[in-house]
């Protein structure tokens, strides 16, 4: 079997990924918002087809993990995909979404194992990726965090007793301005460029597929990214599977927002 370098799987975690967000924007606003089945949308699966060939035509031994199709293939490396997270965006014609590949090694257990990420914006900016041990990447270039602190955090919850925890958050800083954008990997790669101060899911509806590039790139670049319990947050890659809350914060501010949320509801 080939073994490829991190630099290599970054590298081609990238092209596919930025290959499918390329046809997702040639098919913006047209009949691929389609829904095919519930909540899926036409671009859904022709991105994730797009990605899928893509990665049988490098010749490499792989299965990928995608939202739409689940497991397909069996060989070692393992691909965990969102071919279009913020199906909800897209489908009507708002730019917020993107399309994430992480990339696991032959022996990897967990999504915390991924060596290689990419998430490309299908709307605008550019694709955001990781290699581990290697840093961050913002289009082709090396970058680090912001070192100026923000004051963002992007917030989902549905529950009453969700939102009372999350309100915690204006006693840790005054200045925090909350938003909600609709795609969790896109302000996950925020909050790891240094460009959101927190990113806070409670929901415990996030899967491996949404989340899997977009930790490692946050990782990689200086963030932590655990549950409320302040354990790391891992997740299958055998299948697509549920990974519960996530927590994803600048380390130097990781104590002090994780205790203002982590008391009684």
């Not at 490098?58 to 393992?78: A, C, H, I, W």
């Not at 005054?174 to 959101?196: F, H, W």
């Not at 409320?228 to 927002?257: N, P």
């Amino acid at each position: 079997m080939e073994r490829r370098e991190i630099e290599d799987l970054r590298s081609l975690v990238v092209k596919v990924a930025e290959g499918a967000a390329r046809m997702l924007r040639e098919e913006w606003c047209s009949d691929s918002t389609m829904r095919v089945r519930g909540e899926t949308i036409r671009a859904d699966l022709e991105a994730e087809r797009a990605i899928y060939e893509d990665l049988r035509s490098e010749g490499l031994s792989f299965r990928m993990v995608s939202e739409e199709s689940g497991t397909m293939g069996d060989g070692e490396y393992t691909f965990i995909v969102d071919p279009l997270d913020g199906s909800l965006n897209y489908e009507n014609c708002i730019p917020w979404c993107s399309v994430s590949v992480a990339v696991i090694p032959p022996g990897g257990k967990s999504i915390s194992d991924a060596v290689a990420g990419a998430v490309v914006p299908i709307g605008f900016g550019n694709t955001v990726s990781f290699g581990r041990g290697k840093g961050c990447f913002e289009g082709s270039e090396s970058v680090r965090p912001k070192a100026e602190g923000s004051n963002l955090v992007f917030v989902y919850v549905e529950r009453p007793e969700e939102t009372t925890r999350v309100a915690r958050v204006f006693t840790y800083s005054p200045n925090i301005k909350v938003r909600s954008l609709g795609s969790s990997a896109l302000e996950i790669s925020t909050v790891g460029l240094g460009r959101g101060l927190a990113f806070i899911d409670l929901r415990g509806k996030l899967r491996n597929v949404d989340v899997a590039a977009a930790i490692g790139i946050a990782r990689e670049c200086g963030s932590v990214a655990v549950n409320l319990s302040g354990q790391d947050v891992g997740g299958a890659i055998d299948r697509v599977a549920v990974v519960g809350d996530v927590i994803v914060v600048r380390r130097e501010a990781a104590a002090g927002l994780l205790k203002v949320l982590s008391g009684p509801p």
